[in-house]
């Protein structure tokens, strides 16, 4: 284990992105650690396999490390014969981590954009989301950080994404409070600066 600390520290890039990681096999050591320090014996024959797959599972979870956001929204679609209201996807499922315990945030996000002559095509918007809600996370950051990209990348007229979503390291310990969800928004040009567009985002969300 010292080898991991002294010899190999992992790098990271300025946007916070592993650039060196470290082995599957000390990933896997990590775990066993883990286990025994729960108070488990890891070498039992239920747990024998579990740092294996605690490491693949760790695969999809932080999938989004290896992913560009900016790419992923590459191709945008012109031909739309004018259309120029709001666009929106309601109830993307989100699944993601909280960088403080490590444990799910579960929820929904609703992302809405008014074009500027482009759209995108709606599947993208999701896998924006995706990208970022696959890495170790905050809601807040998560929240801007769509927005954000989304409006840098398409230069659209504005953009608003709102995250509703129940936090594990609060409904399963610490305060224990199950069933509290926390909601965030980000609203960026039209959505910021214009209460109607606002208030048409806000109903459309609200009608369910
Ligand atoms: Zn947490």
Known sequence: MDAI????KPKFNERDVIVEQPSREEAEAAVRTLIAWAGDNPDREGLVDTPKRVVSAYEEF??????????????TFEDVEGYDDMVMLRDIALESHCEHHMVPILGRAHIAYLPDRRVVGISKLARVLDVFAHRLQIQEKLTSQVANTIDIVLQ???VAVIIEAAHQCMTTRGVNKPGVTMVTSTLLGCFREDPTTRQEFLSMVGSR
């Open 5 to 8: 600390i002294e010899g190999k």
């Open 156 to 158: 659209l007229r504005g």
């Open 62 to 75: 932080f999938a989004g490390y290896r992913e560009d956001p900016d790419q992923v929204l590459g191709r």
